[in-house]
């Protein structure tokens, strides 16, 4: 129970001040990075969009999807060293698919690889979900010319087999026993692992419990003087990791795994997560009596993906190796990574980074943090340097040396970017795959190229150039987000394989085909594809002898489009030929919409008129590109809708609008019983050959030289259509007024003598009320009517005035038999 006369508590210690310090810099450096980032991200994010968009299954770039029924979730790919087969690691089953030469997807083999009823039965029994319980392929390596290595979760029981290459079928281990999956692949289908092979080990990076809290990194199927290994069980050598990849570098003889887990030396911040580098080396067998069997060579240092002044892309989500060219140095050896950040200020974004292997080798070559064992902090302390962690042959060190290896094995300094600088940002797109070729261009030039997948399933082919990343499409794939997927090239085949629930999609790496003009792609910078000057089209690099015409770095078409004018046939200019015109036939007061559609999404889409310009009050400019108006007497004339990209500028559409007469209303003032209804049709194929009138009711003057249905008083006449076409329309007219003028008439005529039969009717009526003769009736009436009789006629009038107004008086009493004689008129 707390006192208002408490004690007063006594001032933090000086460890504790100066931790609180750290934390509000920290906190600070956060608030005015996250200010400063917000105000140059518009700069940085200038140029993420994809020029061109294709929805799925688009005729402009069409891949194949190969599905097999009963088989799904076939997200583990791996390609054969020729690139002819593709291993697809799925669930329940393992299959073998040859790569054509167009790039298609055909059925070699299928293994079947389930588990039992009662390996279903335990695996439901410990809490499972049901559809986590069948064998989902996680490992899928070759070992050697004979036979390849797979593991799988079987049913939260992970277990491995060879398989004979030549058969493509299961073999059975020498002890005839299953073998055991435990540290080589996941219990959980979800947890992600890393395996690769190299001389015929297999080492890997995963789970080792069933609940995921084990991890390890490991080799096995070792022989002879090496021996199996893994992770000292000590704390802190993994801080629950998420692995992401691993890679073998021959001239280093290392395999480095990336991965992200928790940045326990950033103990002021609670949950950060880092994204982690680890090398180890294939020759390590371990200590004589210190780390015995276990790794000596473990190093690990942080990939840091920030760009000044922002806050760091901190979770690795994937990363691709991209080999040197021939003859350069493996340390040119190149690796691309997706970056997702913790932090809510980059949600949804995705950033990529590029580091090289000679900065990370020079981060492992420096000074290294320590580990206290008994509170598990970080310190940075200058100390005598016993041994260099990392370097390879530290098994024959002495106790002292693996003592010391084993207490500082994190890297002082981070791994930063190559040229200290993002490489790509997407502002609205979470990136989960990636990898990475280089292309030669049309000069000589060499390109890299990456494919990224989105989560929801788009395929992202960005060119690295000098000014950053241009996106030149992007590809729907997969039809709904998927978590599970994966993504791998085949140069030699020239396609990129998405692995996912659905299926394996194999997707050209381009389609040339899809750009129609010079025009067209030269700003399209794909360095796959050039425009072939002799034949006309848009084509394959490698399909083109010579004259290609590409421009990548700049996209500059009026500087290259016209390069080779003279080797053109018949003489015509390499330019982008304009649109045929389309006829518009409109209504005055009519609302126009015309479409003005653009492949690129980098271009700037305007409006131009024939004669007159386009107003802001009158002209209405959709977002993506249309354009709507009244049509009046006004705005009937030529329309040309132009696209501006990357200072080049041509037409996409032309339209010439022109006023249509309505073809009812010609139908209703005909007087021909027989007309047929097809003389006044119109089906828009044709210019204004015809004319239609409109009823009489709506013109006042029958020789009003042309008819309208226009609904402003006043029309000037001087308001014409910009390409002259109001005198073209007089003289096709002309020859329709005589027709029009007997119609005319004859309506005019018929309505006069309708007018002289009712008031002759009217009249006649009238008259007979008049002169009709009242007998008197034999019996019976009233006074008023003898009075009548007699030749009152105000007595008679006042009679007539009683009756009711609705019932009109025939001078017939109620006695009469109501028979008048024939009085003419």
Not at 147 to 157: D, E, I, L, P, Q
Not at 337 to 363: P, T, Y
Not at 589 to 595: A, G, K, N, P, S
Request: glycine letters at 6%.
């Amino acid at each position: 129970m707390r006192s208002d006369s408490a004690p007063v508590q006594p001032c933090p210690s000086p460890p504790s001040v100066r931790m609180a310090a750290v934390r509000l810099q920290f906190l600070t450096a956060s608030l005015m990075i996250a200010f400063v980032g917000s105000s140059n991200s518009g700069h940085a994010l200038a140029h993420t969009i994809p020029r061109v968009t294709f929805p799925l299954e688009s005729p402009g770039r069409p891949f194949t999807l190969f599905t097999l029924p009963d088989v799904y979730n076939t997200t583990t790919l791996l390609l054969s060293d020729d690139e002819e087969t593709l291993f697809v690691g799925a669930r329940d089953a393992i299959l073998s698919l040859k790569i054509s030469e167009a790039g298609s997807l055909q059925l070699n083999k299928k293994i079947d690889w389930s588990p039992t009823e009662n390996d279903l039965i335990d695996c439901t029994m410990k809490g499972t979900d049901e559809t986590d319980c069948p064998n989902f392929v996680r490992v899928l390596q070759v070992l050697n010319s004979t036979h390849m290595f797979t593991c799988g979760t079987f049913a939260f029981s992970p277990r491995c087999s060879y398989i004979r290459s030549e058969q493509f079928s299961l073999a059975v281990s020498p002890s005839g026993k299953p073998e055991e999956g435990r540290g080589r692949c996941p219990y959980n289908p979800y947890h992600k692992n890393t395996a690769i092979t190299v001389g015929g080990e297999l080492y890997t990076a995963t789970v080792a419990d069933y609940r995921g809290n084990r991890p390890v990194i490991s080799r096995h199927l070792s022989e002879g003087v090496h021996v199996d290994m893994k992770l000292d069980d000590t704390p802190g050598w993994l801080e629950d990791p998420t692995f992401i990849s691993s890679t073998y570098i021959p001239s280093e003889e290392k395999v480095y795994f990336f991965f992200s887990e928790m940045g326990r030396e950033y103990d002021f911040i609670d949950k950060f997560t880092v994204s982690r580098v680890a090398q180890v080396c294939t020759s390590d067998v371990g200590g004589q009596r210190t780390l015995q069997r276990r790794w000596t060579t473990f190093t690990k240092a942080q990939l840091l993906c920030q760009a000044q002044g922002e806050l760091p892309y901190n979770i690795l989500q994937d990363i691709t190796t991209l080999r040197p060219t021939e003859g350069a140095s493996e340390d040119d050896t190149l690796f691309y990574g997706i970056f997702s950040s913790q932090w809510s200020l980059n949600s949804g974004r995705s950033a990529v980074c590029v580091f090289s292997l000679r900065d990370i080798k020079a981060v492992f070559a420096g000074n290294y943090k320590a580990l206290d064992r008994n509170t598990l902090k970080w310190s940075s302390r200058m100390q005598e340097k016993i041994a260099n962690p990392g370097e390879c042959g530290l098994h024959n060190a002495s106790d002292s040396a693996l003592r010391f290896v084993k207490e500082n094995f994190l890297a002082d300094k981070n791994v930063s970017p190559a040229n200290e600088r993002l490489t790509l940002v997407s502002p609205d797109q979470s990136y989960s795959n990636i990898a990475a070729q280089r292309v030669k261009g049309a000069h000589g030039r060499e390109y890299t190229v990456l494919y990224l997948l989105t989560e929801s399933g788009d395929l992202h082919k960005a060119v690295m150039l000098e000014g950053g990343a241009h996106i030149v499409e992007a590809i729907q794939v997969l039809k709904q987000p998927q978590q599970v997927k994966n993504l791998l090239l085949s140069v030699s085949k020239g396609v990129v394989l998405v692995g996912s629930s659905d299926g394996v999609a194999s997707v050209p790496v381009s389609n040339c085909s899809h750009y129609w003009s010079c025009a067209e792609c030269v700003l399209a910078r794909d360095p796959f594809c050039a425009w072939d000057s002799t034949q006309r089209v848009c084509a394959p690099v490698s399909a083109i002898k010579d004259q290609a015409v590409q421009d990548v770095d700049e996209g500059n078409v009026s500087k290259v489009c016209n390069t080779f004018t003279t080797i053109v046939p018949r003489g015509r200019k390499v330019v982008t030929s304009a649109p045929t015109s389309q006829l518009v036939l409109v209504f005055l007061q009519e609302v126009v919409r015309l479409r003005c559609l653009s492949s690129s999404q980098l271009a700037e889409l305007h409006w131009k008129r024939v004669g007159a310009e386009i107003l802001p009050s009158i002209y209405l400019q959709e977002d993506r590109g249309d354009l709507s108006f009244l049509a009046t007497p006004t705005t009937l004339g030529t329309y040309m809708c132009q696209a501006t990209e990357n200072g080049f500028t041509q037409t996409l559409a032309v339209y010439e609008v022109r006023e249509k007469v309505d073809s009812t209303l010609q139908s209703s003032s005909s007087t021909s019983p027989t007309h047929s209804p097809e003389t006044g049709r119109d089906d828009g194929a044709t210019t204004l050959s015809k004319i239609e009138t409109i009823p009489v009711t709506q013109e006042k003057k029958p020789a009003t030289p042309k008819p309208t249905v226009s609904t402003e008083t006043d029309p000037s006449p001087t308001h014409a259509p910009a390409d002259g076409s109001t005198d073209r329309q007089k003289l096709e007219t002309g020859a329709c007024y005589l027709k029009e003028l007997v119609a005319v008439s004859v309506l005019l005529v018929m309505c006069v003598c309708a007018l002289l039969l009712v008031t002759a009717y009217v009249w006649r009526k009238s008259y007979r009320s008049r002169t009709a003769p009242h007998l008197p009736s034999t019996e019976g009436g009233t006074d008023q009517e003898r009075e009548a009789l007699r030749g009152s006629s105000s007595q008679l009038d006042k009679y007539n005035e009683q009756k009711s107004p609705n019932t009109p008086s025939n001078g017939v009493s109620n006695g009469s038999n109501g028979h008048l004689p024939n009085i003419p008129i």
